[in-house]
Nanobody, 123 residues
Framework: QVQLVESGGGPVQAGRSLRLSCAASGYTDRAYCMGWFRQAPGKEREVIASVDPSDRTDYADSVKGRFAISRDNAKNTLYLQMNSLKPEDTATYYC?????????????????WGQGTQVTVSS
């Protein structure tokens, strides 16, 4: 079992930056695929960024060039640096994890989820 706890959300003005953190605890002594998702009111949850055990990253078009996902394995922490925030980035942000297959491959499905942190961007 892995427990994930997000932090760093809050209100922010458009154009500013925030950094979200996701602290992992529990059985972390293996390779994990990690991702950030968000869900806005009335919308489906969407994946916005992911990183695999080789630190290869992928981004949704809506955040590409503005957001950056990174991980600090020594601290068991995942980050999401969000720059040039827009009102449409307003959502609850979730981090997620899934054990990598053979320590390398991500299946695009996540077993473990945090409780979410709210980001509200005002214009």
């Amino acid at each position: 079992q892995v427990q994930l706890v997000e932090s760093g959300g809050g209100p922010v003005q458009a154009g500013r930056s925030l950094r979200l953190s996701c602290a992992a605890s529990g059985y972390t002594d293996r390779a994990y695929c990690m991702g950030w998702f968000r869900q806005a009111p009335g919308k489906e949850r969407e994946v916005i960024a992911s990183v695999d055990p080789s630190d290869r990253t992928d981004y949704a078009d809506s955040v590409k060039g503005r957001f950056a996902i990174s991980r600090d394995n020594a601290k068991n922490t995942l980050y999401l640096q969000m720059n040039s925030l827009k009102p449409e980035d307003t959502a609850t942000y979730y981090c997620a994890a899934d054990p990598a297959i053979a320590g390398l491959y991500c299946r695009g499905h996540y077993n473990y989820w945090g409780q979410g942190t709210q980001v509200t961007v005002s214009s």
